[in-house]
T-cell receptor, first 116, second 118 residues
Framework: AQSVTQLGSHVSVSEGALVLLRCNYSSSVPPYLFWYVQYPNQGLQLLLKYTSAATLVKGINGFEAEFKKSETSFHLTKPSAHMSDAAEYFCAVSGGASGGSYIPTFGRGTSLIVHP | DAGVTQSPTHLIKTRGQQVTLRCSPKSGHDTVSWYQQALGQGPQFIFQYYEEEERQRGNFPDRFSGHQYPNYSSELNVNALLLGDSALYLC?????????????????FGSGTQLSVL
């Protein structure tokens, strides 16, 4: 079985400040990990993915995430928040080529609030 | 290039009724997955269709059924609606290719159908 835990249902930052959204995973096989973003009244959009290549993954809109096996974490960061980053962010895990379910399991989401 | 389209965008039903939601995948994709997203929650996997067959199923009762057509479009049917079925229903498409690959490295999501059951 695989699962993710997103720490903090809401994260509030000031515009220009560092964004850090936390995700810890549980998987019995080497995982694939994803971050998706959901803007109001829209579907989910893939920000970035880890598929067992480089542990530091760069995504769209200046976001990046680092896979840390020892900590079973895949936290999402952005050096400087923009007002347009305000949205719901979802971490997801699936099995990869080594096995496990290939259907992504999503976390409960973290709402990013950006103050001017 | 059209992305994933879902219809209708909003729907209101009463308990006990039946509903059909529709999804057209992104051009070139062959696989459709359906997710239920309750308010304040992450998407929960309902099932996935590939080559007109249900390939994987999540922990949802038989009241939830689906279909995939030869043009890869898909329907989600829910019978005997309950209040708890009120949610945003998301369709996601991907490309598994011939033989059906193992990975879903990139899902493309539609904007969803907001279902309200009264």
């Amino acid at each position: 079985a695989q699962s993710v835990t997103q720490l903090g249902s809401h994260v509030s930052v000031s515009e220009g400040a560092l964004v850090l959204l936390r995700c810890n995973y549980s998987s019995s096989v080497p995982p694939y990990l994803f971050w998706y973003v959901q803007y109001p009244n829209q579907g989910l959009q893939l920000l970035l993915k880890y598929t067992s290549a480089a542990t530091l993954v760069k995504g769209i809109n200046g976001f990046e995430a680092e896979f840390k096996k020892s900590e079973t974490s895949f936290h999402l960061t952005k050096p400087s928040a923009h007002m347009s980053d305000a949205a719901e962010y979802f971490c997801a895990v699936s099995g990869g080529a080594s096995g496990g379910s290939y259907i992504p399991t999503f976390g409960r989401g973290t709402s990013l609030i950006v103050h001017p | 290039d059209a992305g994933v389209t879902q219809s209708p965008t909003h729907l209101i039903k009463t308990r006990g009724q039946q509903v059909t939601l529709r999804c057209s995948p992104k051009s070139g994709h062959d696989t459709v997955s359906w997710y239920q997203q309750a308010l304040g929650q992450g998407p929960q996997f309902i099932f996935q269709y590939y080559e007109e067959e249900e390939r994987q199923r999540g922990n949802f009762p038989d009241r939830f059924s689906g279909h995939q057509y030869p043009n890869y479009s898909s329907e989600l049917n829910v019978n005997a609606l309950l209040l708890g079925d009120s949610a945003l229903y998301l369709c996601a498409s991907s490309l598994l290719g011939q033989g059906g690959g193992r990975t879903n490295e990139k899902l493309f999501f539609g904007s969803g159908t907001q279902l309200s059951v009264l």
